[in-house]
C-alpha cells in the first residue's frame, strides 16, 4: 500500500530547493562583486548596464511588467515606442 501523498510532488508555485539555493548563491556573488553590502547588487548591476548592455536589457525585459496598467484618476493616454539602437563608434584606423 503507497502512503496517501505519493507521487504528488512539490505543490504547484513552490520552488526547487537546488533552484532556490542557486538564486540565493547568484545574487550573492552578484553583491560580493559590486563592492559588497547593501549597494553591492545595485553597483553589479549598473557596472553590467554599461558593460553589456544587451544582457542587461534581456535581463530588464524579464523583469518589467507585461501589461502597462494606468491609475483609475489617472489612467494611461497613449505608450511611447522605445527602441535601442545600437551605434557602433567610427573605425579609428582609418
Do not use: C, W
Not at 42 to 68: D, I, R, W
Amino acid at each position: 500500500m503507497t502512503p496517501p501523498n505519493a507521487g504528488k510532488g512539490r505543490p504547484k508555485g513552490v520552488p526547487n530547493k537546488s533552484t532556490a539555493l542557486l538564486k540565493d548563491a547568484i545574487l550573492k556573488a552578484a553583491q560580493a562583486a559590486g563592492g559588497g553590502g547593501e549597494e553591492g547588487l545595485v553597483n553589479y548591476l549598473t557596472a553590467q548596464a554599461t558593460e553589456t548592455p544587451a544582457a542587461f536589457m534581456s535581463l530588464l525585459g524579464k523583469v518589467l511588467p507585461m501589461q502597462v496598467v494606468g491609475d483609475e484618476d489617472n489612467p494611461v493616454q497613449h505608450l511611447v515606442k522605445i527602441e535601442r539602437v545600437v551605434v557602433r563608434p567610427p573605425d579609428r584606423d582609418a
